[in-house]
């Protein structure tokens, strides 16, 4: 039988089930390959869903006006105007960018680095994806003028780019793209007739409140479509909610027709249980506010603690500004690393890291980087510690790093990059 | 900008979400369109929903192992084998049946009439639909001879068909495919290696138990894929939560392994507080199975008491054996409908009902007729009642045809079809 598009398992995703195998065998890890939050769920906010358990009908496609209204606070509250009816939830962003590759159509330009599923959705949805590299130290953002470049040679190829993806805050890199360099995109997209689709989920987790991420909505409103979730400001992300700010105008409103046309013959509607929560939570009242709150005074600590070890080796990093993540190139230690280890790109360093030291990460061609990049990426996220006592003591800890839990997991990155980058290869003795 | 595929809202969404419209803007409607299960959910199972609101995790891609297991030993109960390794939870068996058709690519014959949704998900999973006619009174599986005919020709064109699909228990018939007919088409798909795509989310709501329809896991069990759902059974449609059962040997496997692929790209997991109330669900305790009898029950009453008021207008109308649809063809009537009325079609009827006497409904052309068909479908699964107060009555009582709501709504419908078939158009005194 003739094959279709390609598929592999989301890397994240499969890193995970990877981890909790060696983790029921017993074995000590150190997980730091997916992003996914390991915090507890507000209790008020999981009253809400208990609450809730009774609804069964399906309600409107689009969202309960409910939640399409509370979102379109959220975004008011964030400097973008927001119509209700223009917002569309999903059962997480994921669908939600997938539906609008689905809706828009043609070829997708992604950033690189990238989240490791735009490639795969842009595949899956019939198109294919054009990556164009970010500035340093701008993760998310394609580079203005190298998009220009790329989509003018993609459509005298033949090809047919519609839309660009962007993510602010970044995933993989923990950084955000400047407020210029975003100005920049959203012209070089209106130039070229291109949606652009922000993903905006680690929008509630810049580390300084002084520092926010600029949205391309801002400057490109009338082609910019804003996707957000709870799955990273909550750590509900096996709840399974997003919603996405569709532009007001007629390519906005032709958009959200063919979005919500798409939604109802995918998935029909997000769970109800799940969106009466959602919208309690995207009113933003006080005790949700704080939560985001030490969650992020929680990632910025141990994001910018594993930072530090992960610069300590030699490695280039940019500081990270914002997510659970971090974002090392290994470069600098390329003949070290080949001569101590046969280490010659970043599966080679992730392999070494869990084989020998049970520390999992992701390598940067997860992320679309060549497979000869020595770049890897380190979630912190998963760190907190086991069941719901040691995440909600990280969550209120004035100094989490002296939590034995962490302060352990801490030691064993330091001990595994101390080998990783030893100019000779540990003897038997050192190891144990 | 070019357009992509186009897509239209499903039919049966549309039609609710209009129907809430009237409804808020206080116009009296007998909601015949749309199949959502108006009932309540079952106590123990809200329960396990509220108890299961703190799982904030992903979990497996493919669904939690208790879920896998509690599916499996549905299956087996109803003499699938089923091993849950091979089973993979979705947000609904939509998306499920959806992400199937991308895993397996290529064209997909469908039956004719059948589901609003199958031609739409192929034509956004990049393929086409082939539509093939059912014997008469044995909707939801083509014709195995048709098949045939239909898809040596589509390969003759250079079309690429790979899978077939089938409704067992048939929406929007409300017939069974008879056993026999199940083994030719079972037949007919290995001979022309076509993947079965089985949809048994009716599988439960079979009138006389006596009565089970066969699936075609029976028959070609290294080639069908079995989905279904809670929609349907327990009424819990919002929550969105549905499971596949993958073919056992090398086409299973590697089907199972792409399926997913799509889903960690689409959909990450299904919610897990749902998936938790789930597990517990497909376990089957005493009291899930009862509250299930009791809606079958409700529905067999119901639908055949619509079912006699259809007929009795000269309709031609099959039996309905499971569900809780019927779909009368008004063909006999094709004259007296034109000439009273001016209705040549079955929008036509479906308008009429609509504007004349708020009886909501869909025109066969929803369900893949051609447009001049006068097919009609109408679910009654609405009927029960508003508010669950009235919808628990209705599940309990002896004879809930004598329930004042669920009479009045048959009175009207009574009335409409009186209307409908009338060899002269009313007066103004007999419509007040």
């Given amino acids: 039988m003739p094959q279709p598009v390609p598929v592999t398992v989301s890397a994240t995703l499969a890193a995970d089930e990877a981890l909790a195998r060696r983790r029921s065998a017993g074995e000590a890890v150190v997980p730091l390959a997916s992003g996914e939050i390991g915090l507890p769920v507000l209790p008020e906010l999981r009253e809400r869903l208990a609450g809730a358990a009774g609804l069964n009908a399906y309600g409107p496609v689009a969202g309960s006006p409910e939640l399409r209204a509370a979102a379109a606070g959220y975004w008011r509250r964030r400097g973008l105007d927001a119509d209700p009816d223009l917002v569309v939830s999903g059962p997480g962003s994921k669908p939600l960018l997938f539906a609008l590759m689905l809706a828009v159509g043609g070829d997708v330009v992604i950033p690189v680095p990238s989240w490791v599923s735009y490639a795969a959705q842009a595949a899956l949805a019939g198109g294919r994806a054009i990556p164009v590299a970010t500035r340093p130290g701008e993760g998310g953002v394609p580079d203005p003028e190298a998009l220009r470049a790329a989509v003018r040679s993609a459509r005298a190829r033949g090809r047919d780019p519609r839309s660009v993806?962007?993510?602010?805050?970044?995933?993989?890199?923990?950084?955000?793209?400047?407020?210029?360099?975003?100005?920049?995109?959203?012209?070089?997209?209106?130039?070229?007739?291109?949606?652009?689709?922000?993903?905006?989920?680690?929008?509630?987790?810049?580390?300084?409140?002084?520092?926010?991420?600029?949205?391309?909505?801002?400057?490109?409103?009338?082609?910019?479509?804003?996707?957000?979730?709870?799955?990273?400001?909550?750590?509900?992300?096996?709840w399974r909610t997003g919603v996405a700010r569709l532009p007001d105008g007629p390519l906005g409103?032709?958009?959200?027709?063919?979005?919500?046309?798409?939604?109802?013959?995918?998935?029909?509607?997000?769970?109800?249980?799940?969106?009466?929560?959602?919208?309690?939570?995207?009113?933003?009242?006080?005790?949700?506010?704080?939560?985001?709150?030490?969650?992020?005074?929680?990632?910025?600590?141990?994001?910018?603690?594993?930072?530090?070890?992960?610069?300590?080796?030699?490695?280039?990093?940019?500081?990270?500004r914002a997510t659970c993540y971090?974002?090392?190139?290994?470069?600098?230690?390329?003949?070290?690393?080949?001569?101590?280890?046969?280490?010659?790109?970043?599966?080679?360093?992730?392999?070494?890291?869990?084989?020998?030291?049970?520390?999992v990460l992701l390598p940067g061609s997860a992320f679309g980087e060549p497979d000869t990049s020595l770049r890897?990426?380190?979630?912190?996220?998963?760190?907190?510690?086991?069941?719901?006592?040691?995440?909600?003591?990280?969550?209120?800890?004035?100094?989490?790093?002296?939590?034995?839990?962490?302060?352990?997991?801490?030691?064993?990155?330091?001990?595994?990059?101390?080998?990783?980058?030893?100019?000779?290869p540990p003897t038997r003795g050192e190891l144990s």
Same sequence: chains 1, 2.
């Fill in 376 to 424: 890897v990426r380190a979630a912190t996220s998963r760190l907190y510690g086991e069941g719901d006592a040691e995440r909600a003591a990280a969550l209120t800890a004035p100094d989490p790093l002296r939590l034995p839990w962490i302060r352990d997991s801490l030691d064993r990155v330091k001990a595994a990059l101390t080998d990783l980058v030893a100019d000779r």
């Fill in 253 to 320: 409103r032709d958009l959200h027709q063919r979005l919500v046309g798409v939604a109802s013959q995918v998935w029909s509607s997000t769970a109800a249980p799940v969106q009466a929560a959602a919208a309690y939570a995207f009113a933003e009242p006080p005790e949700v506010l704080a939560h985001v709150a030490a969650s992020r005074r929680l990632h910025a600590t141990t994001t910018r603690a594993v930072a530090a070890l992960f610069a300590a080796t030699g490695a280039e990093l940019t500081p990270v």
């Fill in 326 to 359: 971090l974002y090392p190139d290994f470069e600098p230690l390329r003949a070290r690393l080949a001569d101590t280890h046969g280490v010659r790109d970043g599966a080679g360093i992730a392999a070494l890291l869990a084989e020998r030291h049970g520390v």
């Fill in 165 to 238: 993806v962007v993510t602010l805050p970044d995933n993989p890199t923990g950084t955000v793209a400047s407020p210029g360099t975003v100005r920049e995109l959203a012209r070089a997209a209106r130039e070229l007739d291109l949606v652009v689709i922000s993903d905006e989920i680690y929008c509630d987790l810049v580390f300084d409140p002084a520092d926010r991420a600029v949205s391309p909505a801002v400057h490109a409103p009338e082609r910019t479509v804003v996707t957000t979730g709870l799955t990273k400001n909550l750590g509900v992300g096996g």
